[in-house]
């Protein structure tokens, strides 16, 4: 049987990265945490689709270019 239950994960993101992902979520009618799971989703996806592995810098922060 499978468990269709959602988990809580804690999570903590920047002022600008928050900001940018609320921003996004209301452009796409979402939640913030619709969003990162709708992203995260997407993000799963893709890696099965292509086998890709995860690169090496994916632990170093993005550098944003919003004010």
């Known amino acids: 049987m499978a468990d269709n239950s959602k988990k809580q994960v804690p999570l903590r ?7 940018a992902i609320a921003a996004w979520a209301e ?3 979402r939640s913030v945490n619709g969003q990162i799971e709708y992203l995260l989703t997407e993000c799963v ?3 099965k689709k292509n086998g890709a592995p995860v690169p090496l810098d994916l632990d170093e922060p ?3 270019d919003i004010e």
């Open 62 to 64: 993005p550098e944003f």
């Open 13 to 19: 993101l920047s002022a600008k990265l928050y900001n």
């Open 27 to 29: 452009d796409d009618f």
């Open 45 to 47: 996806r893709q890696r």
